[in-house]
Nanobody
Framework: VQLIESGGGAVQPGDSLRLSCAAS????????MAWFRQAPEKEREFVAA????????LYGDSVKGRFTISRDNAKSMVYLQMNNLKPEDTAIYYC????????????????WGQGTRVTVSS
């Protein structure tokens, strides 16, 4: 499976962005999907995850109430709606895939996209 992220950009604090991740080359619907991010000189951080059936979602503490993860299995897509963006949300955002249930650990996800950059500044 290959993952390609899109939708990143430069925005101001308080703005919104929607990231998209397109999956191809494999079975998408039976896999959990997640978003992680990595800021300069920091470790990769869990942002959100969704189960294959979308009945379970997980969020990192720093984005709860502002970000929403969703998926469309018919289109092999996963999305991250980001509202009320803050400068500390600036990072490269990565889409990731794993079989079975959604988790929050970087090491649990064997398949990764190349990332899309989000910059939040005034």
């Amino acid at each position: 499976v290959q993952l390609i992220e899109s939708g990143g950009g430069a925005v101001q604090p308080g703005d919104s962005l929607r990231l998209s991740c397109a999956a191809s080359g494999g079975t998408f619907s039976r896999n959990a999907m997640a978003w992680f991010r990595q800021a300069p000189e920091k470790e990769r951080e869990f942002v959100a995850a969704v189960s294959w059936s979308a009945d379970k979602t997980l969020y990192g503490d720093s984005v709860k109430g502002r970000f929403t993860i969703s998926r469309d299995n018919a289109k092999s897509m996963v999305y991250l709606q980001m509202n009320n963006l803050k400068p500390e949300d600036t990072a490269i955002y990565y889409c990731a895939l794993r079989t079975l249930w959604a988790t929050t650990e970087v090491s649990d996800y064997p398949v990764w996209g190349q990332g899309t950059r989000v910059t939040v500044s005034s």
